[in-house]
């Protein structure tokens, strides 16, 4: 049966809805906007006709499981996606407001709008058509959780390790990546893992006078500076002794120019690498280090004084065919025989995560393929790395060996994930909503 159109207006709606919660994880203001994004996807899986639960969490964030029954013997397809966000920081430096769904230009604006409440109005709206072109034989599980930006090994990890008949399926869908370009159906097949590394770097009792003391006294800052050069060699390449950080990718290439184009690299500033190093390689294939924090004095309080203490904290990605708690202790030891002039340096090693790596030649996921270029009206399907991380998606590989597991969804680079402005194409909302549904309607018949 031929799929239905998808309705915009009602994708928005939808969409408004969500967007509207204010809800990161672990921020105690805003626990009741949380709640209430919970209790709104709840509502609107019941009403497509799913028997729905929520499991409490370790930390805090009610994962939802939803069940709809298909044909005795039909094989399980999981729907994954989540409705925690990243906080919107100052909603000032947003053209519109962030909790408000906002169109502008043929895309939509708020915070969750591509990451990754439209991908929760992309699983209703793909059930939705399903329904209308006369359903799947399929048994269908949706799970959304609460915590995903959270980090680390949060709360539905720990749910899937106690409680795994809660989530068994032969294929399972994350919706919680997208496509390298709009228009572009995609598939993502390997996603680094990672950890958070705190440096702390003391090398004085206290700060001193610079007119009297600077020049010779150890100034923390200054170490902690050339702790992190070390980290990199002439060409910005990441260096961690006794790791391999030349891998090579294998899957599609990422254009220079695009890529250039999606980090919003200025002109005349150089990536990372030599003529040899393909962004490819650097985002999906080698361990990557960046320091995301660093602290010693604000600009705005500066002293005429040697800096006692600083620090910095580290964000390690590591390509899958690596451990991640073997390069995370490397990087450690790394550290430590890096430090300068006998300055006391103290390591503090969080949320380590695995790298994960999928197939995606089996036959459910084959179908995936075709129905996502179908969608698209394309003859060509891309197949790309992608330097985040989710760590839920090793978790249930360990558990469920057998399944067929593929991410996608509706971001793309121009949606500006985590950033001010974040954004959706509504189009891709709708592409990949026929795909899913295409997908479910085939899938098993």
């Excluded at 006709?49 to 969490?57: I, K, M």
């Excluded at 690299?265 to 030599?274: A, F, N």
């Excluded at 995301?292 to 040697?306: C, D, K, M, Q, Y």
């Amino acid at each position: 049966m031929t799929l239905p159109t998808p309705d915009r207006d009602r994708i928005f709606a939808d969409l408004s809805a969500l967007v509207s919660f204010n809800s990161p994880h672990s921020v105690p203001a805003l626990a009741d906007s949380h709640e209430a994004a919970c209790a709104w996807t709840v509502t609107a899986f019941e009403q497509l006709g799913f028997s729905v639960e929520r499991h409490p969490t370790i930390d805090n964030a009610d994962t939802i499981i939803a069940n709809r029954a298909g044909e005795e013997g039909a094989p399980t397809v999981l729907l994954y996606s989540h409705y925690d966000v990243v906080p919107a920081g100052d909603p000032a430096a947003w053209t519109s407001d962030p909790f408000m769904l906002t169109e502008r230009a043929g895309r939509w604006y708020g915070r969750g709008s591509a990451d990754c409440k439209g991908n929760i109005a992309m699983h209703l709206e793909a059930i939705r058509l399903l329904d209308a072109a006369g359903g799947t034989r399929a048994n269908l599980k949706v799970v959304i959780e609460g915590s995903e930006e959270f980090g680390g090994r949060g709360g539905l990890e720990r749910l899937i390790e106690t409680s795994p008949e809660l989530f068994a399926a032969d294929v399972i869908l994350i919706a919680d990546s997208g496509n390298v370009a709009a228009g572009t159906p995609t598939l993502t097949t390997q996603l680094r893992g990672g950890a958070q590394v705190e440096v702390s770097v003391t090398t004085l009792e206290g700060d001193i006078h610079s007119g009297s003391f600077g020049g010779a006294a150890p100034d923390a800052a200054d170490a902690l500076v050339r702790i992190a050069s070390s980290l990199f060699d002439e060409h910005g390449r990441t260096t961690i002794d006794g790791v391999d950080c030349f891998g090579k990718w294998e899957g599609d290439a990422y254009d220079r120019d695009i890529f250039r184009h999606d980090a919003g690299v200025l002109e005349g500033v150089q990536i990372y690498g030599t003529v040899d190093d393909e962004p490819a390689d650097m985002v999906w294939a080698r361990p990557a280090v960046t320091m995301i924090g660093f602290t010693s004095r604000p600009v705005a309080e500066a002293l005429n004084a040697v800096n006692a203490h600083a620090s910095a904290q580290f964000n390690l990605r590591v390509p899958a065919g690596m451990s991640a708690a073997e390069t995370v202790e490397k990087l450690e030891e790394h550290i430590l025989a890096h430090t300068p002039w006998g300055a006391q340096v103290n390591v503090e090693i969080s949320q380590v995560n695995e790298p994960f790596a999928t197939d995606i030649t089996g036959p459910a996921i084959t179908l995936l393929g075709e129905s996502l270029k179908e969608a698209y009206g394309e003859n060509s399907l891309a197949v790309v790395g992608s330097g985040g991380s989710i760590p839920l998606t090793t978790t249930l590989q360990e558990h469920f060996p057998d399944a067929e597991i593929a991410l996608y969804g509706v971001e793309e680079p121009m949606c500006g994930i985590h950033g001010v402005d974040e954004s959706v194409d509504p189009t891709e909302i709708e592409r990949i909503a026929v795909a899913e549904a295409q997908f479910l309607l085939e899938y098993g018949a």
